[in-house]
């Protein structure tokens, strides 16, 4: 982590201002990108989920079906970060059909997603015991015990997820518990300390991508019971479902530095706890597909697409003077930054 005492305080606003100099459209949205990432995700996903589910018991198709439909899922799903920084009517039609294809399907609706993570990017949470994605808030840096525990809820988040979903009907039996439930079990975070704002929230909307998700979780165990499906393809399920939250965790142990001390960050010290990862090794390529490693670029610009993250990392590298802080946000790769979770306390 960079020593703030030692910076200049006005960089960011440097870096964004070159950005915005460039001739490039940067911004700019390039709506068949976004469709053909998440038909081509979206195939290869549940193509290898069929050969998973169908092949016989421990073949090696069913292996190779497992562990493509792991990464395929893990990939489309990503794309909810890309849904949830879509400003309200901007690729509306892209957002439907992700609900659809990938969201409701999945249970993880976009509606779970959105609220908590733009919470994450501002200044006033990042870093604070309300950040629904810091994640020593949840398991300190190297406590062993906190791993095991924080992972051992990885993998029953799942389950409590489709319980949630299953359930959904009875939280509307009065306004006390619908609210409740709206503020304290309905966004995909591992911190109890987190509250949705619902002043934000549109009911109607939640409502019925909610109760979409519960007619999708009815539908797991009543196709077992009506024999459509053996009973184990619930287990299998639920070994895909853990697998893409595991992967997803781990990937997020090295999108921050996570250096912070609980109080409100500067918005320099927020961008300077990020990571641009530029290793190409054969985990941070799993871990960090659609140009999600350049995470630093990401808080320093939220609304860039990521199709751009690339092109705007290699523009800022070139225009910027050596001397910019924004050069020492890169990181080789994933472990490098993970590893540090390891450690003890400092």
Request: positive net charge; aromatic residues 14%; charged residues 15%.
């Amino acid at each position: 982590m960079l020593n703030p005492a030692t910076l200049p305080t006005d960089w960011v606003r440097d870096v964004r201002a070159i950005l915005k100099k460039s001739s490039e459209d940067f911004h700019r949205v390039k709506p068949w990108v976004y469709w053909r990432d998440m038909f081509l995700s979206a195939a290869l996903a549940y193509c290898a989920a069929g050969v998973y589910l169908s092949a016989a018991a421990f073949s090696i198709w069913q292996v190779v079906g497992f562990l493509l439909a792991v990464f395929g899922l893990y990939r489309v799903g990503s794309l909810v970060h890309e849904v949830a920084h879509l400003g309200g009517h901007e690729l509306t039609s892209f957002k439907v059909a992700w609900n659809l294809l990938v969201g409701i399907p999945t249970l993880t609706p976009s509606t779970f997603f959105t609220g908590h993570h733009r919470d994450h990017h501002a200044v006033a949470v990042y870093g604070t015991p309300q950040d629904p994605e810091y994640v020593v808030n949840i398991c300190r840096r190297g406590s062993v015990w906190d791993l095991l525990v924080y992972f051992a809820f990885v993998a029953f988040f799942p389950i409590l997820v489709f319980l949630r979903f299953l359930f959904a009907p009875l939280t509307f039996i009065t306004p006390r518990i619908r609210d409740f439930t709206l503020r304290r079990l309905s966004a995909f975070t591992f911190n109890w300390k987190y509250e949705r704002s619902l002043k934000r929230l549109d009911r109607r909307t939640f409502a019925v991508v909610e109760l979409f998700c519960c007619v999708r979780a009815i539908g797991i165990p009543a196709a077992a019971i009506l024999g459509v499906v053996p009973w184990t393809h619930i287990l299998m399920l639920y070994s895909l479902g853990a697998s893409v939250v595991v992967i997803n965790q781990l990937r997020q142990l090295a999108d921050h530095h996570f250096d912070g001390d609980g109080h409100q960050q500067s918005m320099a010290e927020h961008i300077q706890d990020s990571c641009n990862h530029m290793g190409r090794d054969p985990l941070t390529v799993l871990f960090f597909p659609f140009a999600i490693q350049y995470h630093a670029l990401h808080h320093l610009f939220p609304s860039l697409p990521y199709h751009n993250l690339a092109f705007a990392h290699a523009y800022l590298t070139r225009e910027l003077p050596a001397d910019s802080p924004y050069h020492a946000l890169t990181q080789y790769g994933w472990w490098s930054v993970a590893r540090n979770m390891l450690r003890t306390e400092k």
